[in-house]
Each structure stands twice: as structure tokens, then as C-alpha cells.
């Protein structure tokens, strides 16, 4: 297939993650920045090849939790999934792991 990793930033895959406040619990609010800065370096190491990760706090619901770009093109759902298939990924195994980390996170960062 001739892809050299790491891919230079401009082809990575840009992993927009938007965290709700409330999964801090009730004052997450107070506590969302610092959580997002924590879970930004926990997850930097993730695919690190071809992925670029943003984590970042969702104050607009009106924004998608998670979105995906490269080239700095937003890419659709399909899209992302053939993308993630040319690493051997699969998008919603990809989905749940970030999921499943970040919830891992959240306790570590709550000290539970």
C-alpha cells in the first residue's frame, strides 16, 4: 500500500471529541477545562500515527459530539470509515474505545 506513518498532520485524521460538561457530574462545568486538558494528553498516544486528537468542552449542542476531519475537510460518517479501514480500524470499535477511555479518564480525574 506505500503509506509511510506517521502521516505528516495535514493527512492525519482529525478526532474532534466534545465532552459534555455534565459528565463531571453536577459542577462539571467548574471543571471541564482542566478535564479536556487531562484527557488531550492521555489520549495523545492513540493512534498517534494517523491521528490528530481534539478534546475539547461542548458547550453548543447544536455541535456533534465527535467529529472528523483530514485536510482540514469535514468528513461524513462513511467517509471516516474508509478512512479509519485503510489502518485495519473500524469506525464504531474506534468509537467505543475512545468512549470506553474516556470514561476511565473521568474517574482517574475525579480520583474515584
Known sequence: MGLELPL???????????VEPGC???DGADHIDG?????KKAVVK???DFVR???TPRYDKSLPETEYKTNNKTLDHDKAEKYLRVF???LDDF???LQDK?????DEYLGR
Open 53 to 55: 486528537w481534539v478534546i
Open 35 to 39: 478535564f479536556c486538558k487531562f484527557a
Open 88 to 90: 485495519g480500524k473500524e
Open 8 to 18: 505528516p498532520l495535514y493527512k492525519k485524521l482529525t478526532v474532534t471529541f466534545r
Open 102 to 106: 474516556l470514561s476511565v479518564l473521568i
Open 95 to 97: 468509537e467505543e474505545h
Open 24 to 26: 463531571l457530574g453536577p
Open 46 to 48: 492513540l493512534d498517534s
